[in-house]
């Protein structure tokens, strides 16, 4: 079997989540993370929170195919055109999985203090049961998962350089996810949260 097509469903309950360690190989991955780290329009936005401005733990950047905004956290995004890498690792995706992707929003963690905090990836513009492939180049980081309503369930993931995560079916209703910080020195990640947006 190709390496590109190993995958291990994590087995949680309201879940449907996938992880494929090896979608893209070690110098492939080295190339993407290169390019986009270079050539992406970065930009750093600010989050408010009880009334309180801050500038959001990391670096983002949106892409989309048909002109649609997302908004999250306050925050409204207007997207740039794919790039040819871009456009390239998401037509990769599309012979794996069964789905359309308009939009990506890219991450960079400039280092252990950069996070994503604890959210669900449910705003109405990516419909019912959002399907979310998300792709992660350069440091490996730790990505938790905790149910909404049964505290004991909870999991930890390693996301490494060149994998595919992939969410979908009533993940989003059951289940948040974060990045958190860490402590040790590590370099920049960029992450890549392919999705439909109608
Ligand atoms: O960086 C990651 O792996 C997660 C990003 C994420 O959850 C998001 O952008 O919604
Ligand atoms: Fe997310």
């Known amino acids: 079997m190709d390496s590109a097509s ?5 087995e949680l309950q309201d879940a449907e989540i996938t992880y494929y ?6 110098e492939q991955a080295d190339i993407y993370f290169e390019v986009l ?17 801050y500038p959001q733990p990391r670096l983002t950047a949106l892409f989309g195919n048909n002109g649609k905004s997302y908004s999250y956290s306050n925050i409204t995004m207007q997207p740039h055109p794919f790039t040819p890498e871009l456009l390239q690792i998401k037509t ?14 890219a991450n960079l963690y400039r280092n252990g203090k950069d996070s ?4 669900s990836d449910d705003e109405k513009e990516l419909g019912q049961n959002p399907i979310i492939a998300s792709v992660s180049l350069g440091a490996p980081r730790f990505f938790h998962l905790k149910h909404n309503t049964n505290k004991t ?3 930890k993931l390693l996301l490494e350089h060149g994998s595919l995560l992939l969410m979908q079916g009533k993940t ?15 370099e920049e990640r960029i ?7 109608a």
Do not use: M, Y
């Open 92 to 105: 990769t995706i599309e012979k794996e999985v069964d789905a359309q992707f308009t939009t990506c929003l």
């Open 6 to 10: 190993v995958k291990k469903t994590l």
């Open 37 to 53: 780290r270079g050539t992406f329009p970065w930009q750093q936005d600010e989050i408010t929170l009880f009334g309180k401005t």
């Open 116 to 119: 994503n905090g604890w959210h």
């Open 191 to 197: 992450n890549l949260t392919f999705r439909i947006i």
């Open 153 to 155: 369930l909870k999991h």
């Open 172 to 186: 989003q209703h059951f289940w948040q996810h974060q990045i958190p910080k860490t402590a040790k020195k590590i």
């Open 21 to 26: 360690p090896t979608f893209f190989s070690k």
